[in-house]
């Protein structure tokens, strides 16, 4: 495989995305150009060829986003790539994906926003808009990394993870991971598990691709492999044909759902950082994390028994391990750069049982160390 | 005939939610009349539609079909088509679907010249929704939207895909259904991005705000006002006014793209 790559080298974190999907198996890439993910666009387009793969640039992020879901039903593993402006247009089509049950990889390198923002400057503004962004109850999967060697092995996983629940997988990471060049050391092919999506068996009679299995997953065929059938995002009974029952339409609802909330322990990523006897646990995900990592270690130094707890898989929401950590901790700090979007999940999730606070930076930068020590000081 | 044309339906999804009048059975008529012609085979063509009255014909067709969201359908289908190209892909769409919230992906796909064959079903409104006007409606017409007669001036499809780099264009009417057929399959045999615009009756939500009678009166509106391509050369532009042509319009050679794509990889 001409993807392989020397086992350590300098890489940044957009380029890290785009070596893990072609790692994944990623074969189709249909984008649009924006700040700053744009490197990986570049990346795919000059690579995907050379394995017989497919690049296009779309004339707009609906259409990207679309082509996507298109080339995933005829079986190629598929991604498209944007920040927070071309994430709200992904929208339309991802709630599609999430409908009509089509695997695909959507990665937001998030930006300052609202709207065009500052377009070179972090944030962590899109956490709800991955969660809730499209219209109507859904399920999603959002991964958050905190490094240039996780952007490549959580793309491997959320190619994985899309395959395996044939759900739409957003990479939510930010400007500082995407443009972070840091050392990495590249697993060998074979060293990470790559999962195909399910296929039919050949010559079922009567075969209804959303019927589901034991799992809630429907084995869904490729288009043209033997099988023909309809694909809607209409709610939709077992044989894919539009319904406005009301049984079929609970049913379906449900069954997204339940298919990633019944099999967290698949899905749900996360890092507990000394927060076994840690009196202040700081929850952080994505860049702010590694600000954290710093401060729980100075405020260790000073004798102050703090943790870090780093969700990686953001959503699903980390229910048990949150509610589990309010229990023991004296308080909860939530770093993040936005007003304070995850924080209210934590809260929620920790019940009352403890302070939950945040520190909250919204001038387009990053938040530094001393910012979340100072935090854990003043408790 | 008959049970050549009637396996490409899925007949347990019949009857068909369309109202007393309206023209897209005949447009799915010619279609699987046309599919029979050039032997189409079902399992290597994809159908794919936008959001409209029209576009609930996919899942009236036996083939692998894909119903997408309004507009996008020629963005799936690039997808498709892209990622397999020795899959056949129809598109089928309506004017508002194309013309308004499609209109991007219809002058792109043109513009790339794909291989894919974009049917349009021209009912001179948004049906669905109840008749509002669309980027197609006729000047001064009558819509939901446009009690007074709409101010804009309609889009030609034909002549916007054609201008936008695509390689086929014809137009017929539900009452031309064998010339419609004819143009289907023409298109289909096309290589390149083809547009074939149907225009087609929509009586209830179109036709009856605008005086034009039954879905009967309005085929022969279509008969009367549809002026072969030939007759129309003959014609002064102050003649064909409040008229329009049918035929094959355009038909040019040029790359196509998935083509060129697969040679460039053959070239690393």
């Known amino acids: 495989m001409s993807a392989v790559l020397p086992l350590a080298r300098l890489m940044q974190g957009n380029e890290a995305i785009a070596e893990g999907a072609l790692a994944a198996g990623a074969r189709f890439f249909a984008g649009y150009p924006i700040t700053p993910s744009t490197e990986i666009a570049e990346i795919l387009s000059d690579k995907l060829p050379t394995l017989g793969g497919k690049y296009i640039q779309m004339e707009d992020e609906l259409g990207s986003m679309a082509a996507v879901i298109g080339a995933s039903l005829t079986g190629l593993k598929s991604m498209t790539a944007t920040s927070g402006p071309g994430f709200s247009l992904k929208q339309e089509n991802l709630g599609f994906a999430a409908m009509a049950e089509v695997p695909c990889v959507v990665v937001n390198v998030q930006r300052f926003g609202p709207s065009t923002g500052i377009p070179t400057a972090p944030a962590q503004g899109d956490v709800m808009q991955a969660r809730w962004g499209t219209h109507g109850d859904h399920s999603i999967i959002a991964l958050c990394p905190d490094s240039v060697q996780e952007s490549y092995s959580l793309t491997v996983k959320a190619f994985n993870l899309s395959e395996r629940f044939r759900t739409p997988v957003i990479i939510l990471t930010d400007e500082v991971i995407g443009h972070l060049r840091e050392r990495v050391c590249l697993p060998q092919p074979g060293d990470l598990p790559v999962v195909d999506r399910k296929k039919p068996p050949a010559g079922l009679k009567d075969y209804k691709p959303y019927q589901p299995g034991e799992d809630g997953v429907p084995v869904v065929a490729n288009f043209c492999e033997g099988y023909r059938f309809h694909v809607t995002s209409l709610v939709h009974d077992e044989s894919g044909a539009p319904s406005t029952n009301p049984v079929v339409t609970d049913k379906l609802i449900k069954r997204l759902h339940d298919k990633l909330m019944k099999n967290l322990d698949e899905i749900v990523l996360s890092e507990f950082c000394q927060t076994d006897d840690a009196e202040i646990v700081v929850v952080a995900y994505g860049a702010v994390s590694r600000s954290a990592r710093r401060a729980v270690k100075e405020a260790r130094a000073e004798g102050i028994k703090a943790g870090l707890f780093r969700p990686i898989t953001i959503w699903p929401f980390p229910e048990k391990e949150i509610a589990s950590l309010s229990r023991k901790a004296r308080a909860i700090i939530v770093p993040e750069m936005n007003m304070g979007q995850y924080r209210l999940e934590v809260e929620r999730a920790a019940q009352g049982n403890t302070r939950v606070t945040g520190v909250n930076k919204v001038t387009g930068e990053l938040i530094t160390p001393s910012e979340i020590l100072a935090a854990i000081k003043s408790l | ?268």
Request: hydrophobic fraction near 35%; glycine fraction near 10%; charge should be positive.
């Open chain 2, 1 to 268: 005939m008959q049970q050549e044309v009637q396996k490409y339906l899925r007949y347990d999804k019949l009857p068909h939610i369309w109202c007393p009048g309206c023209g897209n059975g005949i447009v799915l008529g010619a279609l699987i009349r046309a599919f029979a012609k050039i032997g189409c085979n079902q399992d290597n063509t994809v159908i794919v539609s936008g959001i409209g009255c029209s576009s609930r014909a996919s899942g009236y067709l036996d083939f692998n079909t894909l119903h997408t969201t309004h507009g996008r359908a020629l963005a799936f289908a690039t997808g498709i088509k892209f990622a397999r190209p020795e899959l056949k892909v129809f598109v089928l769409m309506g004017d508002g679907d194309a013309g308004a919230i499609g209109g991007n992906h219809l002058i792109h796909a043109a513009r790339r010249n794909i291989d894919l064959t974009a049917i349009i079903f021209n009912n001179s409104i948004y049906g669905m929704t109840g008749g509002q006007y669309s980027p197609l409606t006729p000047q001064n017409s009558r819509a939901s939207t446009a009690s007074r007669g709409t101010v804009e001036r309609p889009f030609d499809l034909a002549e916007l895909a054609k201008a936008a780099g695509a390689t086929y264009t014809a137009r017929a009417t539900t009452y031309h259904t064998s010339l419609l057929t004819k143009l289907i399959c023409n298109g289909a045999n096309h290589k390149g991005f083809s547009l074939i615009e149907t225009v087609t009756a929509c009586p209830v939500a179109y036709g009856r705000r605008n005086k034009m009678g039954s879905g009967y009166d309005m085929l022969m509106w279509q008969k009367e006002h549809g002026i072969p391509v030939e007759k129309a050369k003959k014609l002064t532009p102050e003649e064909l006014k409040g008229n329009f042509i049918i035929g094959e319009l355009y038909k040019t050679e040029a790359p196509e793209f998935t083509e060129a794509y697969q040679q460039l990889i053959e070239r690393i």
